[in-house]
């Protein structure tokens, strides 16, 4: 293992080579300037934990950054028990027009699946895990995180924070003003329409990486963006774009996000577990709220009931009702093009807060949250099921999950 002195001295001896590189041809790009990238203990992270990620599991990821703690409820609200039976033994999806059915429980262990929970009305109706990963493991949401940050910015909204979604970030982040920030809202940034400048891409300075590995966040976010094109233009999935909505809400609540959402949601429905949330070093201490938020799939599982509940627990309004209904229904107005997985357009879907959507002919509609490597929270608002899918490798495309919740959820209402 390197130590965090010998990091340093790594990551300048691997900038040498970059520079090398670049010397007989190869591009290099910067974001807005090059010393973001170029940042010894960014670098170190990038080489080092980019090369460990190699060996190990993606789900332990989580433990190379420094947290804040979620603390759990006093008192734990569990599930009652549900029929079993209700989930059928085989789902099907359609494959390249050719429908596949096969068995939930091979589907599930052959898919790299850790966690799979469905509930409805309070219930659970099923429960497993696989892979070596048992009820009290932890698991990491990755881009699952946006969905509950939603969550908080609607919350925050009707606790009188935020004014408007359709206010400038630059009115909360002021350090931003001029520089062609002004005309970006907090609607752009949860619609995915900043406008920032965001590759998804693998080399040291795309911001891809940038958004995960480096150290000073709240520098990187008012110091080293850059504007790519006007805000609302298209869709771009950028993770700037939920790290500046952490911001946001740090300076309206004066907390942390994570100590927000263990007040305002994980205390509330009764939290089995504590939970934490990543942060970009000890020094910053900045969460880092697009990605590793990191808890047990059970109380993932609450969350999901809380939104199939219309953001009611136990006759309180946790979530504003109306904000569950917004942040996760088509806006008809929303014609942008999708500069980046358009795959989901194509197939009839669409994004809304930090949620991915899909209509369906019945005029009906269902939601999720997904993080990479296959992590899902699906709510089926007619069926009033809840699915949560917890793991560290997709198995099969995000399209053919979608298919395998909504059948699941469309046979159990079929027993209503």
Request: hydrophobic share 40%; net charge negative; with cysteine.
């Amino acid at each position: 293992m390197i130590s965090r002195i010998r990091g340093p001295r790594v990551a300048v001896l691997l900038l040498a080579a970059l520079v090398s590189l670049a010397a007989v041809g190869l591009p290099l790009a910067s974001p807005a300037s090059a010393a973001a990238w170029t940042q010894p203990g960014y670098l170190y992270r990038y080489f080092v934990w980019g090369a460990e990620r190699i060996v190990s599991s993606r789900s332990d990821d989580y433990r190379r950054y420094g947290y804040h703690t979620i603390d759990k409820a006093p008192t734990a609200f569990h599930f009652a028990p549900g029929k079993r039976d209700l989930v059928p033994d085989t789902v099907q999806y359609e494959d390249g027009g050719v429908v596949k059915r096969v068995a939930l429980s091979e589907l599930l262990r052959s898919t790299g699946t850790h966690a799979f929970i469905v509930v409805r009305d309070n219930q659970v109706l099923y429960e497993n895990y696989f892979n070596g990963f048992e009820r009290d493991s932890v698991c990491t949401a990755w881009s699952l995180s946006k969905s509950v940050t939603s969550a908080l910015v609607g919350i925050a909204i009707s606790d009188g924070y935020i004014k408007s979604l359709d206010d400038p970030i630059t009115n909360y982040l002021p350090e931003l003003k001029g520089r062609g920030f002004d005309a970006i809202t907090i609607r752009n940034l949860l619609t995915m329409g900043s406008g920032i400048q965001y590759r998804i891409g693998f080399f040291p300075w795309d911001e891809f990486v940038l958004a995960g590995y480096y150290p000073n966040i709240r520098q990187l976010l008012l110091s080293d963006l850059k504007i790519m094109e006007p805000p609302g233009q298209s869709f771009h999935y950028n993770n700037f774009n939920t790290e500046l909505i952490g911001m946001i809400l740090e300076r309206t609540t004066g907390r942390a996000p994570s100590q927000y959402l263990q007040e305002k949601i994980w205390k509330p429905i009764g939290a089995e577990y504590p939970a934490t949330w990543s942060i970009d070093s000890e020094e910053d201490g900045f969460e880092l709220t697009p990605i590793l938020l990191n808890a047990r799939a059970i109380d993932f599982a609450k969350f999901g009931q809380l939104y199939a509940n219309n953001g009611n627990w136990d006759g309180k309004q946790i979530i504003p009702q109306h904000w569950i209904v917004e942040s996760t229904t088509r806006d008809p107005n929303d014609s942008r093009p999708w500069e980046t997985f358009s795959r989901w357009q194509d197939q009839g879907g669409y994004y809304k807060y930090f949620w991915w959507g899909v209509s369906q002919a019945s005029g009906d509609y269902s939601y999720m949250g997904i993080g990479t490597y296959g992590q899902f929270i699906f709510v089926s608002p007619k069926t009033r099921v809840a699915i949560v899918r917890m793991a560290d490798d997709d198995g099969i495309d995000p399209p053919y999950w979608r298919e395998v919740f909504q059948y699941i959820a469309d046979q159990i209402a079929k027993t209503d």
